[in-house]
């Protein structure tokens, strides 16, 4: 489906404002320090008993025994809560989120990570903002939701994952347990930009992520005494293979996704690097792809990248080496397999004595689709707590959950509620934390778009 950069203009004047009773914002807040306290990280354990929690604050508000799924896997588990819908015949619209958070060492803190602290206007500790700022948020929307007797058209259920941070286990056997769906809402993408006096300056709705792929490149030789070079040195021949990947660039390419971003920056961008984003957005134009491609912030937007990141070689100072090889990280366009990818870097590399393999089993999935209908909930409810901001479609870099469910079929947007200001971004570093003032239009903003969409 096609979709304008106009639209988002005049969308919000189009819907009507409908008043609602959202969700306690100091139930909110509670619940999500309560969750930070929960040390869900590898290893530990602690997943299942995070899930129970969540269980036992929806049960509280209503939900039926059987509305409410945990299934441990192993040390973590799933959870899935469902309210259901008045037409049995309609997909489900789906909401996640996960319950894992990254490893931190309280040594290394300023306060202990899982010891959650309200201060100076904040939520201190590991996860209050990467994801359990918004699993909160969603617990409380469906709990008010449940205590307020709504019943909707369509299906909702709430989807938690137990290792989106390490291997998605849990969310590969969610998407393919719930592949029949109309759509999934997900609480870690997209979000809200503050200014540094606190104001609502930009919101990102996520509807693509790049395709996160690894490659090994290898070389071999019997080796020998150093003091005897030889030609196939195998360390030779992988600078020169490091150095073609380094000089190598994907051909640029633009979806509607990057179209529609991209145009929507270009003004609040402005001077030369604005130009040339409006006119790759436009025509495609070649100078401004090179130009974007120079920018960090940006190639990652025009083209799939591929870059050595780490190396290993040799066995000994005083022998030559038996073997060398690089790990290359790929960030692959959405739409683009990572076969192809692989077979352009066989093309690059240009030596048959080097080996390619691809690490792991990595998941490709195209962008999904700028509805009209996802549009038109997220910029009225974004546009009801900051008026005027501008609201503008993104393609994220890294990977979360939506990657597996697009995989299979089902439109995935990142739509977060978090608004934060960008210096007070610390998702998987040294004293993570959230900001309070922002949990009761959050909770409104969740309210809004899960109604527009299970009408």
């Given at each position: 489906?096609?979709?304008?950069?106009?639209?988002?203009?005049?969308?919000?004047?189009?819907?009507?404002?409908?008043?609602?009773?959202?969700?306690?914002?100091?139930?909110?807040?509670?619940?999500?320090?309560?969750?930070?306290?929960?040390?869900?990280?590898?290893?530990?354990?602690?997943?299942?008993?995070?899930?129970?929690?969540?269980?036992?604050?929806?049960?509280?508000a209503g939900f039926a025994?059987?509305?409410?799924?945990?299934?441990?896997?192993?040390?973590?588990?799933?959870?899935?809560?469902?309210?259901?819908?008045?037409?049995?015949?309609?997909?489900?619209?789906?909401?996640?989120?996960?319950?894992?958070?990254?490893?931190?060492?309280?040594?290394?803190?300023?306060?202990?990570?899982?010891?959650?602290?309200?201060?100076?206007?904040?939520?201190?500790?590991?996860?209050?903002?990467?994801?359990?700022?918004?699993?909160?948020?969603?617990?409380?929307?469906?709990?008010?939701?449940?205590?307020?007797?709504?019943?909707?058209?369509?299906?909702?259920?709430?989807?938690?994952?137990?290792?989106?941070?390490?291997?998605?286990?849990?969310?590969?056997a969610l998407a393919a347990?719930?592949?029949?769906?109309?759509?999934?809402?997900?609480?870690?993408?997209?979000?809200?930009?503050?200014?540094?006096?606190?104001?609502?300056?930009?919101?990102?709705?996520?509807?693509?992520?790049?395709?996160?792929?690894?490659?090994?490149?290898?070389?071999?030789?019997?080796?020998?005494?150093?003091?005897?070079?030889?030609?196939?040195?195998?360390l030779y021949r992988l600078?020169?293979?490091?150095?073609?990947?380094?000089?190598?660039?994907?051909?640029?390419?633009?979806?509607?996704?990057?179209?529609?971003?991209?145009?929507?920056?270009?003004?609040?961008?402005?001077?030369?690097?604005?130009?040339?984003?409006?006119?790759?957005?436009?025509?495609?134009?070649?100078?401004?792809?090179?130009?974007?491609?120079?920018?960090?912030?940006?190639?990652?937007?025009?083209?799939?990248?591929?870059?050595?990141?780490?190396?290993?070689?040799?066995?000994?100072?005083?022998?030559?080496?038996?073997?060398?090889?690089?790990?290359?990280?790929?960030?692959?366009?959405?739409?683009?397999?990572?076969?192809?990818?692989?077979?352009?870097?066989?093309?690059?590399?240009?030596?048959?004595?080097?080996?390619?393999?691809?690490?792991?089993?990595?998941?490709?999935?195209?962008?999904?689709?700028?509805?009209?209908?996802?549009?038109?909930?997220?910029?009225?409810?974004?546009?009801?707590?900051?008026?005027?901001?501008?609201?503008?479609?993104?393609?994220?870099?890294?990977?979360?959950?939506?990657?597996?469910?697009?995989?299979?079929?089902?439109?995935?947007?990142?739509?977060?509620?978090?608004?934060?200001?960008?210096?007070?971004?610390?998702?998987?570093?040294?004293?993570?934390?959230?900001?309070?003032?922002?949990?009761?239009?959050?909770?409104?903003?969740?309210?809004?778009?899960?109604?527009?969409?299970?009408?």
């Amino acid at each position: 489906m096609g979709w304008r950069c106009g639209f988002l203009a005049g969308v919000a004047l189009m819907l009507p404002q409908v008043a609602m009773a959202a969700a306690d914002p100091v139930v909110a807040k509670d619940i999500l320090m309560r969750s930070v306290a929960f040390r869900t990280v590898e290893g530990a354990g602690e997943m299942p008993k995070l899930a129970a929690y969540y269980a036992s604050v929806l049960k509280a508000a209503g939900f039926a025994e059987g509305d409410i799924v945990i299934t441990p896997m192993g040390e973590t588990a799933t959870f899935a809560a469902t309210i259901r819908g008045r037409d049995a015949a309609l997909k489900p619209l789906l909401m996640i989120g996960h319950m894992d958070v990254v490893a931190a060492d309280p040594k290394d803190w300023t306060r202990d990570p899982f010891v959650p602290v309200e201060e100076k206007g904040y939520i201190f500790g590991r996860g209050a903002e990467d994801n359990k700022y918004d699993v909160a948020m969603m617990v409380a929307t469906l709990a008010q939701l449940k205590k307020d007797g709504w019943t909707p058209r369509r299906t909702v259920t709430l989807l938690l994952s137990g290792d989106e941070e390490t291997a998605m286990v849990t969310t590969r056997a969610l998407a393919a347990q719930y592949k029949d769906a109309e759509l999934l809402l997900n609480g870690d993408g997209g979000g809200g930009l503050l200014n540094e006096a606190g104001e609502p300056v930009l919101y990102q709705l996520q509807a693509g992520e790049k395709t996160y792929a690894d490659f090994e490149i290898g070389f071999t030789d019997p080796g020998g005494h150093s003091s005897a070079p030889t030609a196939g040195n195998p360390l030779y021949r992988l600078a020169r293979a490091i150095d073609r990947i380094a000089a190598y660039q994907f051909p640029p390419m633009r979806n509607e996704l990057t179209k529609a971003s991209l145009a929507l920056s270009a003004d609040r961008i402005g001077g030369e690097v604005g130009a040339a984003m409006k006119r790759y957005a436009q025509s495609g134009d070649a100078a401004a792809a090179e130009l974007l491609s120079g920018r960090p912030e940006f190639v990652g937007q025009v083209r799939t990248t591929c870059v050595a990141t780490m190396a290993q070689a040799g066995h000994a100072l005083n022998a030559l080496p038996q073997s060398a090889k690089v790990q290359v990280n790929c960030r692959i366009f959405p739409g683009v397999a990572i076969d192809a990818v692989k077979a352009e870097l066989v093309r690059v590399v240009a030596d048959e004595s080097a080996t390619v393999t691809t690490l792991g089993d990595p998941l490709a999935s195209d962008a999904s689709p700028l509805r009209a209908d996802v549009m038109q909930a997220v910029v009225a409810a974004v546009s009801a707590r900051a008026p005027g901001i501008p609201i503008m479609p993104s393609m994220s870099g890294g990977a979360t959950d939506s990657v597996h469910f697009r995989a299979l079929g089902v439109p995935s947007y990142g739509v977060s509620s978090l608004f934060m200001k960008a210096e007070d971004g610390f998702a998987h570093g040294l004293n993570e934390r959230a900001p309070v003032a922002g949990i009761g239009a959050a909770l409104v903003q969740w309210e809004a778009v899960v109604r527009a969409l299970a009408k």
